[in-house]
């Protein structure tokens, strides 16, 4: 469990990407954030593992206590997988090295000088056949297809052996049947894992599909918390019109 109390994020010219919120992430629960471009969904998704710094309020995450810079966030940080809109692969390593970077926290800094023991590529390579990537693990990431890549994203989200996961966007840049198989593969290892995640998309009808939870944000403001049968025309409008007439 995560906790949010009264949240927000102004970034230094002055913008405030969030206003002060108030919420539970729980255990096991698939949560979608909704809401237009600018609507507050990335700087929501960044606060969980500070790499938006809020401004005001405090983060509670269980059996850590609040979170503050030091020991408890790097846990935080170390426990705390993330996906993002462009993979954020280096292109000249294979899958599985790519993969491999997903463990390197569990590990001190001079222990990157040498080749990473070979339980940690047994556990990669474990990964990437829960992806259906195994075939691809000698491949160059930047020879692999979109939807590929964002497999090996998740691949190395999972070597973390993460207790939350947090995507940005996972589907942003891919067409829709590959957009579908990945939020299904992602919602799949999440509910057999018992993991919680978070995660942020445009796309409503993979919300409806995927979500136990979303949370709907315009301008900054949560004006939404609540299942995917709750998004009602009515509901959207309230999600969307009201970004769309500022803009």
């Known amino acids: 469990m ?3 109390e009264n949240i927000s994020m102004t970034y230094p010219n002055g913008f405030m990407g969030l206003h002060p919120v108030s919420l539970e992430f729980l255990s096991g629960q698939f949560t979608v954030l909704i809401g237009t471009s600018g609507a507050g969904k990335s700087t929501l998704l960044r606060c969980l593992n500070f790499l938006n710094r809020p401004t005001t309020g405090r983060i509670t995450v269980e059996d850590l ?3 503050e810079p030091g020991r408890k966030l790097r846990e935080h940080r170390r426990r705390t997988a993330m996906i993002f809109q462009q993979h954020q692969l280096i292109g000249r390593h294979t899958a599985l090295q790519n993969v491999l970077v997903g463990s390197v926290g569990f590990h ?3 222990r990157g000088l040498w080749p990473l023991p070979a339980s940690d590529q047994k556990l990669a390579l474990a990964c990437l056949e829960r992806v259906g990537l195994l075939n691809k693990a000698f491949e160059r ?4 297809s979109g939807g590929q890549q964002q497999r090996v994203g998740i691949a190395r989200a999972l070597v973390q052996q993460p207790r939350l996961i947090l995507a940005d966007e996972p589907v942003a840049s891919l067409d829709p049947a590959t957009a579908s198989g990945i939020l299904s593969l992602l919602h799949s290892i999440c509910k057999e894992d018992g993991i919680p995640a978070v995660v942020s998309l445009h796309q409503v009808e993979l919300a409806k599909r995927f ?4 949370v ?3 301008l900054g403001r949560v004006v939404y918390d609540g299942d995917a049968a ?3 025309d009515k509901t959207l409008d309230d999600i969307y019109s009201c970004a769309a007439l500022a803009a």
Do not use: P
Request: charged share 30%; with cysteine; glycine share 14%.
């Open 65 to 67: 206590g609040r979170l």
């Open 216 to 218: 709907g944000l315009s």
């Open 211 to 214: 979500a136990d939870r979303v």
């Open 108 to 110: 001190k800094t001079l």
């Open 230 to 232: 709750g998004l009602c």
């Open 2 to 4: 995560i906790r949010l």
């Open 141 to 144: 990431a930047d020879k692999l």
